[in-house]
């Protein structure tokens, strides 16, 4: 966690007890940002693809953190084989839910982003 957003580290390929996992340790840092708008940053490494279930789940987990004043996602690729595969996978997902998205080059970049749709939420 880094002032208002929830720094999100995610190495692939995972599985459905990864999401399950994922989501019990991330929502005890969204129950401590969600009086106030926040976003969250997503690092990805590795491959990270889900099979079709866990991605449902992800999709659902999405959806709900977005009722806690989640206010927007910024994606960043690192060092990523098929990185056109893998960012059309996760579009597909952020396509699921209403959640503002972008992906981004770097972290600094989607850093900034990221504060400027917190600071346009409040």
Do not use: C
Not at 32 to 46: D, I, N, T
């Amino acid at each position: 966690m880094s002032g208002s957003a929830l720094i999100i580290e995610g190495t692939g390929p995972a599985n459905i007890e990864a999401v399950q996992i994922y989501q019990e340790r991330a929502q005890r840092f969204r129950d401590m940002l969600k009086e106030a708008p926040w976003a969250s940053l997503v690092l990805l490494r590795g491959e990270p693809l889900l099979p079709p279930e866990a991605k449902r789940m992800l999709i659902e987990i999405i959806r709900y953190a977005s009722t806690q004043n989640l206010v927007a996602t910024g994606v960043v690729l690192q060092d990523l084989p098929h990185v056109k595969t893998i960012r059309h996978f996760w579009t597909s997902i952020y396509d699921e839910t209403t959640l503002p998205y972008q992906f981004f080059d770097n972290e600094e970049q989607a850093r900034a982003w990221l504060y400027a749709q917190i600071t346009a939420a409040q």
